[in-house]
């Protein structure tokens, strides 16, 4: 009868140490990082279009984004955040952009690239000759992993 008592204390225990050891390990699980456009939000909307891990036989693995972001008028980013290199084209509407301090205009259609780690601003025009006074634009970025 003993042994029987000393089993049902230790099945006890470790239901009890198990219901507090599970919701420790859950609380110490890293989180996902916030989407990097997350704080632009309403006036610019950002779709990821494709997403995938490549590697080149030999060489670095890199993470490919594919993005679509549409950007409200008369809006402005001084600080666009790109997580790697990448290129980018404007298919709507009229914008400036600012890449490591030179600035340019923007008419749909043209095409740029951004170095990693360059500084990248975007500044919507407030009357567009082409599209709707919003920017809608295409890039593809590649983080090196």
């Not at 599970?22 to 006036?43: C, G, I, M, S």
Request: proline share 8%; aromatic share 10%; glycine share 8%.
């Amino acid at each position: 009868m003993k042994a029987w008592l000393v089993a049902l204390v230790l099945v006890c225990e470790t239901v009890l140490a198990w219901g507090i050891v599970v919701p420790a390990r859950e609380t110490q699980t890293p989180q996902a990082p916030e989407h990097p456009y997350k704080a632009f939000a309403p006036w610019l909307e950002t779709t990821v279009r494709f997403e995938s891990d490549v590697s080149v036989p030999g060489g670095p693995t890199f993470k490919v984004k594919i993005y679509d972001w549409v950007i409200g008028p008369r809006r402005e980013v001084p600080a666009f955040p790109l997580e790697g290199f990448a290129t980018i084209q404007l298919t709507s509407g009229e914008l400036e952009t600012t890449i490591g301090g030179a600035k340019v205009e923007r008419r749909p259609g043209d095409f740029w690239v951004v170095p990693q780690g360059t500084k990248f601003g975007i500044r919507v025009k407030a009357e567009a000759t082409y599209g709707d006074n919003v920017a809608s634009l295409h890039g593809v970025v590649l983080i090196r992993k």
